[in-house]
């Protein structure tokens, strides 16, 4: 905590009000939002600085294609925190999880869309110049890591979410 602190007060030139601790999600980071009255920022502490350095790498090559991710403010020296663009309370999973049925004029509809339109410009553009020497946890999308993906997939976000599939036909 003490070193997001450190790493707002840098950047901010000011002390954070406020710091609550976020739910986890798809790593063993620990997120934090920190707040003042001007602002709101996320706060990242990860224990695994391999992570931490391929998110950062990505996310500094991304930013510079102009693909929508949330701009990295500062990282520390041994790239175990650092601060991100606060893009809000919402996710795009949880009003998912909220809406059963999408109307094709419907707001979740609409992001819906918007996400699938952002993903393929990830899949052209976005691995143009990308350093896979810093993948995590490993440098090729093979079978092994594919599986990885497809049972997060299915564990973290279609399980929850209460959709129903069949597991043969995913697989």
Known sequence: MKELTSLYNTHFGTEPAKINKL????????????QDNERSVIGAIGEQPEENKAFISYTTSFMEKGLPVPELYIVNDDSTAYLLEDLGVSSLADMLFK????????????????????LAKFQTIGHEGLDYS??????????????????????CF???????????LLE
Not at 99 to 118: C, H, N, S
Not at 136 to 153: C, E, G, M, S, V
Not at 158 to 168: N, Q, Y
């Open 23 to 34: 739910p986890g999600a798809g790593s063993n980071r620990t997120y934090y939002r920190l």
């Open 99 to 118: 809406e059963k049925e999408y109307d094709e004029k419907g707001e979740v509809y609409q992001y819906l869309k918007m996400a699938l339109r952002d």
């Open 134 to 155: 810093v993948a995590f946890p490993t440098d090729r999308f093979d079978k092994q890591a594919i599986l990885w993906d497809l049972n997060y997939f299915k564990y």
């Open 158 to 168: 279609l399980k929850p979410a209460d959709i129903p599939f069949r597991e043969e």
